[in-house]
């Protein structure tokens, strides 16, 4: 494996750990599956205009976020119901322009399911800077955002900006999907996300445990994931995903396994 | 100390607060002043807008008419109606009460002492019962040595000696830490049988001043009913006597305001 293959991957599992600890924490799978879902749209967008397919992604999914928040304020619909119209219009126009646009199923299909084909040396600096920052940014906010979610009233009345705090999550999470979307996949993305954290959860004692847990099971799963999918031509996202889940059964039976003895 | 603040000089004076929403009247000229060591149980019928008048207090939102001043130095303490902690969240009492702040761990010792919390700082927050989690609140609030302690319903949801030990608790810190505190309770039975200060809220201050007082206000009965009042009657009389009353009209009180 090529080392901006390696790089790029280590960075967006350091982040993934603490950023799926918050996706887990405050119930968030669903958004960042539907800013998941709104990725092909950027892409597309991205083709038109001429940008990376990054640029065209990230836009999207701020774009998403703040949709995503004022029609929340209008309070007529469910959030669910929000994300799913939002995430499924997005999905859909990017299906719809990719085509007309010209790119074959395979194409599509690489955005779907992830490709190791799609990491280039270009891409990396872009995915390891966006990884990076969002790390740094995270670190900064966390012990605001980790009152936050034990009570957001609290948090608010000791001074938390509680709006700016939320936004700043979303757009981290457009962020490291976007960044992680052409490795792992659309369909993919928040297990990478969600199944780390969860599994650290089963041993951790505190936040920042089972933050720093869920990036060095995330490391661990792409070191494992990455070079099987390489060697049996296999998409890499459900290689990955694979693999997480079965770290996830292990820590599981072996924390039945201790409780009982 | 108490001797530099003298006793005009109030923590927070609240003038003419006007809230309005979606056309709506939430608070209409709404004055109140919270002086040096007062203890004021606000109390109001659901709708009343006693969150939505804590939330002005605590300078969360600015107010459409009027406004809200507080003293220069004023720290709050607040206590939040009730927090759910998830159980996704591995967080024991003693980084709960770190984070975000600057307690140190001696400050975190004598904080946990006085709340009676001591031997919880290693249990998980998702394992604690209402009453213990409603005392871990407390000490969060007590951290940042405020000088006016705010609680949203502190007791709402224990049963009613957690009330009682609850009530005991906050009282014991207004005397010894000579705080202020402002608190909303739905237990009519307990806040009327005190001797402190209560204010009737509804949309605007119906009526404030000493639980005798209040009880025989017509805007008072007009909200919360004949039954209050007359039970009101029953506290100066014999133990055993309103002890009865007191069990029923708890029930009572509670169906009512759950609705």
């Known amino acids: 494996m090529s080392a901006h293959i390696l790089l790029t991957t280590l960075a967006l599992a350091l982040v993934a750990g603490p950023l799926g600890c918050f996706v887990v924490w405050r119930r968030m799978a669903y958004f960042g599956d539907g800013l998941a879902h709104s990725a092909l749209l950027g892409v597309a967008i991205g083709l038109v205009i001429g940008v990376s397919n990054q640029i065209g992604m990230m836009a999207i999914a701020i774009i998403f976020a703040l949709s995503l928040i004022w029609l929340r304020a209008k309070r007529v619909l469910a959030t669910d119901t929000l994300l799913g119209i939002l995430a499924h219009a997005a999905l859909s126009l990017g299906v719809v322009a990719m085509t007309l646009l010209g790119a074959g199923d395979i194409e599509v299909h690489d955005y779907l399911l992830g490709s190791l084909d799609a990491v280039t040396q270009d891409m990396a600096v872009w995915v390891i800077a966006g990884s990076g920052l969002s790390l740094g940014l995270l670190m900064r906010l966390w012990p605001g955002l980790i009152l936050m979610t034990t009570s957001e009233d609290l948090a608010h009345a000791e001074g938390v900006h509680i709006v700016r705090y939320e936004f700043a999550l979303m757009v981290l999470m457009g962020v490291v999907v976007a960044a992680s979307i052409q490795l792992v996949g659309i369909l993919l993305i928040t297990s990478l996300l969600i199944i780390p954290a969860s599994t650290a959860r089963l041993f951790a004692r505190s936040p920042e445990a089972m933050a720093i847990g869920g990036s060095a099971i995330a490391s661990l799963c792409m070191l494992i994931g990455l070079p099987l999918a390489q060697n049996f031509q296999l998409a890499t996202g459900p290689v990955i995903v694979c693999v997480s889940v079965a770290s996830f059964m292990l820590v599981l039976m072996a924390r039945l396994a201790t409780r009982k003895g | ?259």
Request: net charge negative; charged share 20%.
């Open chain 2, 1 to 259: 100390m108490s001797a530099e603040i003298s006793a005009t000089d109030y923590l927070v004076t609240v003038r003419d607060l006007t809230v309005v929403k979606q056309g709506q009247t939430i608070l209409d000229a709404v004055s109140l002043d919270i002086a040096k060591h007062d203890f004021i149980t606000l109390i109001g019928p659901n709708g009343a807008g006693k969150t939505v008048l804590l939330r002005h207090l605590l300078k969360l939102e600015s107010p459409h008419g009027g406004r809200v001043h507080h003293q220069s130095g004023l720290k709050i303490g607040y206590v939040p109606q009730r927090v759910t902690i998830d159980p996704s969240l591995p967080m024991t009492v003693q980084r709960f009460l770190t984070v975000n702040n600057d307690v140190t761990g001696s400050q975190l010792d004598s904080l946990a002492t006085e709340t009676k919390i001591s031997h919880l700082l290693n249990s998980p927050l998702a394992d604690l019962s209402g009453g213990e989690l409603q005392r871990v609140l407390l000490t969060r609030a007590l951290a940042g040595k405020p000088n006016l302690l705010i609680l949203d319903e502190p007791a709402q949801n224990l049963d009613v000696n957690g009330q009682l030990q609850f009530y005991t608790m906050i009282d014991e810190i207004y005397e010894s830490r000579k705080l202020s505190v402002l608190m909303v309770s739905h237990d009519l039975h307990l806040v009327m049988s005190s001797t402190r200060k209560v204010v009737c809220l509804f949309r605007h201050i119906c009526c404030s001043g000493a639980p005798e007082s209040v009880a025989r206000d017509p805007e008072f009965i007009s909200i919360f009913g004949d039954d209050m009042a007359k039970l009101m009657a029953v506290y100066p009389h014999s133990h055993a006597h309103d002890h009865d009353h007191d069990h029923d009209h708890h029930h009572h009180a509670a169906t009512d305001e759950e609705s």
